[in-house]
């Protein structure tokens, strides 16, 4: 994995990654999985170029990352000219394969997203409709929890798309 080219890319997308924070909380965010978890780019496979870049870590802040049973998606951005159903489901495996295989104790995966449950787009609705999964909203944001092993057995089920995952 590239450190440079992921912090790159970052740092030149900034503004669009959505995030309702500061600059220095966004660029936060997006490091921690450079020493706390994993760290991906996704490169599109037909013209080679950095599509996206994803990251997640082990534990919560809220518990000084002692809770590493659960895996946090602390960033997944792709940018707007390579949003393709196959890359996001590609992109998912990878990252829900590499948070496996770096604990494989790993019980939930978490993320959170601008916006109130009302206003979810609809795959995140979806996701909802997982055996134990759960939302909570605080601040404008929302807080997906999915029981990890339900989300790789549904992400199985999804279409494959053409992209190639660096992590």
Known sequence: MDHEAYI???????QALNLPYPFHVKLSFAGSPLVLGKAMLVIEEESYEL???AGFVFGTGAN???????????????????????????GLRA??????????EVEWFQFWCPGDREKLPKLFIKLLSLPGADSQTANGMTLLRLPFAELAAYVRTLRFGSAKVNR
């Open 64 to 90: 000084d990352h002692q809770d590493r049973h659960v895996c946090q998606a602390e960033l997944a951005f792709v940018l707007p000219e390579h949003r393709k159903i196959g890359l996001f489901v590609q």
């Open 8 to 14: 790159k890319f970052i740092l030149s997308n900034h």
């Open 95 to 104: 990252l829900l394969d590499a948070a496996k295989e770096g604990n494989p």
């Open 51 to 53: 599509a996206g870049a």
